[in-house]
């Protein structure tokens, strides 16, 4: 049974046991507009919290995805190399970037809900 | 109309069903009037053939160590008629200044003189070896020497850096030589402060010189917030990077006190010269105390955009800077002129941070920029930026009543507006501008300066007459008219004159294309 | 004066309907203090075209142009022959006249040219990618270095001896900036040891073939020394000419090729403008600097084209940006691919012969004469001679004679002591047997 956070970045992290899916949210793509291009962590790599661990573009636009918690990358979405628009179709489906090991579940835990995320979201 | 990739239609019987070709039906060529569509290069030639006549050598014993090419490299050979139409034709779908208006606000098209080109090309400058010996080069460099004189007797600045090649590369070595001027005091500043509605190569040459970039607020009125300014300076500063007249189109009428504060903070100011052309002959950019400015030859002093280059961008250096100036160094003796190339010899004082680029300079567009400042003269350089000025208070003037303009004027030598007028309209800032394009125009900037929702930023420039400048006008009025009488047709998927329709820019990211290949 | 349109009249006009007294109420904003009288510059007014061309023309005639006398100046600029086609077409208003092509619709003509230059460009390299060009072959060399830094996330460029100068140079300048060089000693005419230089720590190893004393480098066997570091293999060709006959730089194993373009299209222009050529491989085409073009549909599927990738550009990225490359050299590139598409496959690889048949010649005549040695063994239309008298005061003595013969090392290098007597010479096709014999003569006289 997975848990779904959200950040003020608009990422969604989704935890299942201590391995954490991360994407960028609909109304993030919705920001953007078409992905073109995602920078994909290597596996293996580890970031802090906050840190820069992805790159979005659109045509017109660059964003960094930001690390919501700190972890191990244990998976890659390669498949958006050959199809970026994944993106913009299924974000928090086939959309996703990375999947990291935790290093600290309460950072998890701290992150916002679904329900808090679209208030935020709509009040931004 | 089904459409092959050459812009032909894929049915050679599509067009014959029409009595008479129509300004939207098809033609039997895929060509219409004087629009002709044009393969690649690549798709028009075929092996054996050459637009040059050169004999074939036979080298016996070559002297190449083994690394003869093995194989073909894959160009096409085409005739010289068949290559000067190509690019008759390919030329023939670019809009271009000599064509028509271009008010590409902060671009400076303005009209580019041909006696320009034609002393750029005489032998002595066109055809002059970049290291011959100074016995060969003495007019050469003793044009560079009057270009310096003119430029820092414009600027009041007493010293110019005269390598950079582009209005960035000036940026580039105006922050080398800041960053050299604080490591000569011994200091450590790594903060560049750049205004948040500088134009992007601002911060991008701040962050490729090593520093990091903190923006300043701007204030309602589209200038520098000077308390932020002021917040924000400190010991761990460098430098302050102002463009002036800004991106807005507006001068920061509060730049001497600016200059003031970054001074008392132990930094330097940069001025972005971009806008210097709203200014030339009137203000000397050293009396606002700027400490560097480079100076876009291309824009200012109209040496030709050249569809995106060359350019050139020397820097005007204040006393303070003046010793950190890049090699090579132009000086004069008792045996003439010459250039000095490296750190031993320079002269007392000197202290370059290193080179810009192997040789001194963009040559071509000195020869060129020198004979526009001889042409106009100092009334001349003068007036031409009053009536650029002129010309975008006047544009500003006859437009704010059905556009909206976000700031008061007087504006400098260009008009922002932004788009709160076509609040509701369900057209773009995007879809106005094309639709100038089946108008006949150029498009004006949009979308910068960033600060602006919207903006739409009109440089008409010195070189339009009134009856030009009336004419865009009155198109753009009724234009604007068009959108509040909610015909947004005609804006929806403009341009539909232009030789293409709108492009897709995504699948162009997505799968990038970037090199023509063989199928 | 002739190039300003508007009329004592038309500026009453204008200022009436903007409501302004006079145009100086425009400059309101401008502190007063800081507002000079015509009157306050220190410089002449206004002159007719006679009279500039007159002032220009003087000063042009005290130079003395390639064309004009034998000529062998090379060293990272080359007297080519451009045919009179590509100066006419460049000159087309369309061309001249327009600006960076962001409108894409009114501008596939700057377009479809910057693609056709990307792919001449990558089949001259041997490369997958090139961009749209960069300001000249130094600064193309600097933006490699950096995208090597880049990509290795390696501080380290290796510099090899038999590179120009002037490259080196321009090279440290912005590559210490974020990262260290380090230049490798050669003895002119040998290959360095870059071997034993190469680390953990290295990004890339810069080397240029053929290298400023013209000698051609083994590519291919630094390329695999260079690969099992871990590092990138950049090359530099100054004289792309030489691509017609060698093989390219990319067969051999270069991670990212860069050159001076100048030798098409181009004239020598006393150091610019000229135009960068910069190519790579596919997979580094996000962290390639400048202005990419690249290939799409439009609206009713026609094939057009469109600037492309730009979120690696200052405009976007501000200071993430790749580089603060904003204008590439379009007007350069554009007469780099006129002149190629008239050369073609046949022309170029025949002029790139030519090329090394005059050099052949040349260095064979120079050879005999008493007090020169040939420095360089291979070499494409460029080579180094050692003289028995140092070159620079030679090269004046022969240039009062009439004959540009070549650059002399210590040029590039004043202060180095070993190169004093190094005289860098090249032949092109300009170069007729008369020029040879006349240069041959007169050294024969002077040492």
Redesign the interface.
């Known amino acids: 049974m997975s848990e779904t956070r959200y950040t003020d970045q608009h990422e969604w992290i989704s935890l299942e046991g201590d391995e954490a899916t991360v994407g960028i949210t609909r109304f993030a793509t919705e920001q953007l507009g078409d992905v073109v291009f995602v920078d994909v962590p290597e596996v293996g790599k580890s970031f802090a919290k906050g840190a820069e661990a992805a790159v979005v573009e659109s045509v017109k636009a660059a964003s960094e995805v930001y690390a919501p918690v700190a972890g191990t990358v244990t998976a890659g979405n390669y498949a958006l190399g050959d199809d970026p628009s994944l993106v913009n179709a299924d974000p928090e489906g086939a959309g996703w970037f990375f999947k990291l090991r935790l290093a600290n579940k309460a950072e998890f835990e701290a992150l916002m809900t679904k329900e808090q995320y679209q208030e935020f979201a709509t009040g931004h | 109309m089904a459409t092959n990739n050459q812009g032909r239609p894929s049915q050679p019987g599509a067009a014959q069903a029409l009595d008479l070709p129509t300004i939207s039906g098809a033609t039997i060529s895929g060509d219409r009037g004087l629009d002709h569509e044009e393969p690649l290069l690549f798709e028009l030639g075929r092996a054996g053939q050459c637009g040059v006549d050169l004999p074939d050598v036979t080298i016996s014993d070559d002297r190449l160590g083994g690394q003869r090419r093995k194989g073909p490299i894959g160009l096409p050979g085409l005739s010289e008629p068949e290559i000067v139409r190509h690019y008759v034709r390919l030329s023939r779908m670019n809009y271009a200044i000599d064509a028509g208006l271009y008010p590409l606000g902060s671009c400076t098209m303005k009209h580019n003189p041909r006696l320009n080109e034609k002393l750029a090309r005489l032998p002595g400058f066109g055809d002059l070896h970049p290291l011959a010996p100074a016995s060969a080069s003495q007019g050469a460099l003793a044009l560079i020497s009057e270009l310096m004189s003119w430029l820092t007797t414009l600027t009041g600045m007493p010293a110019v850096a005269m390598s950079p090649k582009a209005g960035a590369h000036g940026e580039l070595c105006g922050l080398l030589a800041i960053r050299a001027a604080v490591a000569a005091r011994g200091e450590l500043r790594h903060r560049v402060l750049v205004p948040e509605s500088a134009h992007g190569t601002n911060p991008a040459t701040a962050a490729f010189a090593g520093f990091t970039v903190d923006e300043v607020k701007a204030t309602p009125e589209g200038r520098v917030d000077l308390a932020d300014l002021k917040a924000k300076l400190g010991p761990d500063v460098a430098a302050f990077m102002l463009t002036n007249p800004n991106t807005c189109g507006l001068f920061e009428g509060e730049v001497i006190a600016m200059a003031e504060l970054v001074h008392e903070a132990g930094a330097y100011f940069y001025c972005d010269g971009a806008n210097y052309n709203a200014i030339a002959g009137r203000v000397r950019p050293g009396d606002l105390g700027i400490d560097a400015m480079h100076i876009n030859l291309h824009k200012t002093f109209s040496t030709p955009h050249g569809g995106g280059g060359p350019g050139a961008g020397p820097v005007v250096l204040s006393a303070r800077l003046a010793a950190f100036a890049p090699l090579p160094l132009l000086v004069h003796d008792e045996n003439g002129f010459r250039l000095v190339e490296e750190l031993e010899g320079v002269p007392a004082g000197a202290k370059p941070f290193g080179r810009m680029s192997a040789f001194h300079g963009q040559m071509g567009m000195f020869v060129r920029a020198l004979a526009y400042m001889l042409s106009h003269g100092r009334d001349g350089i003068r007036q031409a930026s009053e009536d650029a000025v002129l010309s975008a208070n006047y544009v500003l003037a006859s437009l704010k009543d059905v556009m909206s303009a976000p700031f008061e004027g007087p504006c400098m030598h260009e008009a922002l507006f932004d788009d709160t007028w076509l609040a509701g309209s369900g057209v773009t800032t995007l879809d106005f501008a094309k639709a100038m394009i089946d108008e006949g125009y150029h498009p004006m900037t949009m979308y910068f300066p960033l600060v602006v929702h919207g903006a739409m930023l009109i440089e008409p420039t010195e070189s339009e007459s009134k009856e030009s400048v009336d004419n865009f006008i009155h198109v753009l009025r009724v234009m604007a008219e068009e959108v509040k009488a909610g015909k947004k047709d005609r804006f929806e998927g403009a341009p539909r004159l232009a030789p293409r329709r709108r492009l897709d820019e995504t699948a162009a990211s997505r799968k990038p294309v970037l090199k023509w290949k063989a199928e | 004066?002739?190039?300003?349109?508007?009329?004592p009249a038309?500026?009453g006009?204008?200022?009436a309907?903007?409501?302004?007294p006079d145009?100086d109420?425009?400059?309101?904003?401008?502190?007063l203090?800081?507002?000079?009288p015509?009157t306050g510059?220190?410089?002449?007014?206004?002159?007719g075209?006679l009279?500039?061309?007159r002032?220009?023309?003087?000063?042009?005639?005290?130079?003395?142009?390639?064309?004009?006398v034998p000529?062998f100046?090379g060293?990272?600029?080359y007297?080519h022959y451009v045919?009179a086609?590509v100066?006419?077409?460049?000159?087309?208003?369309?061309?001249?006249?327009?600006?960076?092509?962001?409108?894409?619709?009114?501008?596939?003509?700057?377009l479809?040219?910057l693609?056709?230059f990307?792919?001449?460009v990558?089949?001259?390299t041997g490369m997958e990618?090139?961009n749209?060009?960069l300001?000249?072959?130094?600064?193309a060399t600097a933006e490699a270095v950096l995208m090597a830094q880049r990509i290795t996330k390696r501080p380290k460029a290796i510099l090899s001896g038999g590179l120009?100068l002037?490259?080196v140079?321009?090279v440290?300048?912005?590559a210490n900036?974020?990262g260290v060089t380090k230049r490798a000693l050669v003895t002119p005419g040998t290959e360095e040891d870059l071997d034993s230089l190469i680390d953990e720590q290295t990004a890339c190893v810069v080397v240029q073939s053929p290298d400023v004393f013209g000698l051609?480098r083994n590519i291919k066997r630094l390329a695999e020394v260079v690969h099992t570091k871990g590092a990138l293999l950049i090359v530099v060709v100054t004289e792309v000419v030489s691509?017609?006959?060698?093989?390219?730089p990319g067969a051999q194993g270069a991670d990212i090729v860069v050159a001076?373009g100048q030798s098409l299209g181009n004239?020598?222009?006393?150091?610019?403008?000229y135009?960068g050529l910069f190519a790579t491989r596919e997979k580094y085409?996000?962290q390639m600097p400048g202005?990419?073009?690249?290939?799409?549909?439009?609206?009713?599927?026609?094939?057009?084209?469109?600037l492309?990738?730009?979120?690696r550009?200052?405009?976007?990225?501000?200071?993430?940006?790749t580089?603060?490359?904003?204008?590439?050299?379009?007007?350069?590139a554009?007469a780099f691919t006129?002149h190629?598409?008239?050369?073609?496959?046949?022309?170029?690889?025949?002029?790139a012969?030519?090329n090394?048949?005059k050099?052949?010649t040349l260095?064979n005549r120079l050879a005999a004469v008493k007090g020169v040695s040939l420095v360089t063994?291979?070499?494409?239309n460029e080579f180094t001679i050692r003289l028995s008298k140092p070159a620079a005061d030679v090269?004046?003595t022969l240039?009062?004679k009439g004959i540009?013969g070549g650059?002399p090392a210590s040029?590039?290098?004043?202060?180095d002591r070993d190169l004093r007597d190094l005289l860098i010479v090249a032949a092109t096709?300009t170069n007729t047997d008369e020029d040879i014999e006349a240069f041959a003569a007169a050294l024969e006289e002077v040492l």
């Open positions: 004066m002739r190039y300003l349109p508007l009329s038309d500026r006009a204008m200022l309907k903007i409501g302004a145009v109420a425009l400059f309101a904003d401008v502190p203090s800081a507002q000079r015509v510059f220190d410089l002449p007014d206004h002159q075209e009279e500039v061309e002032a220009l023309a003087r000063l042009a005639d005290r130079n003395v142009a390639a064309g004009s000529s100046c060293a990272g600029a007297k045919p086609a100066d006419h077409l460049i000159q087309r208003s369309e061309f001249l006249t327009s600006y960076t092509p962001y409108q894409p619709e009114i501008s596939q003509g700057t479809q040219v693609f056709e990307q792919t001449q990558a089949m001259l990618v090139a749209a060009s300001y000249d072959g130094s600064t120009h002037h490259y140079e321009t440290e300048t912005v900036l974020h051609l691509l017609g006959l060698l093989e390219s001076e004239g020598l222009n006393f150091g610019g403008p135009v085409v996000r202005r990419l073009c690249g290939q799409t549909v439009d609206s009713l599927g026609r094939r057009g084209f469109v492309t990738l730009s979120t550009e200052q405009h976007i990225r501000r200071d993430k940006a580089s603060n490359i904003c204008t590439n050299s379009g007007l350069c554009l006129i190629l598409s008239l050369l073609g496959e046949e022309g170029f690889t025949r002029l012969a030519l090394h048949a050099a052949v260095a063994s291979s070499f494409f090269v004046e240039a009062a540009l650059v040029r590039l290098s004043p202060s096709e």
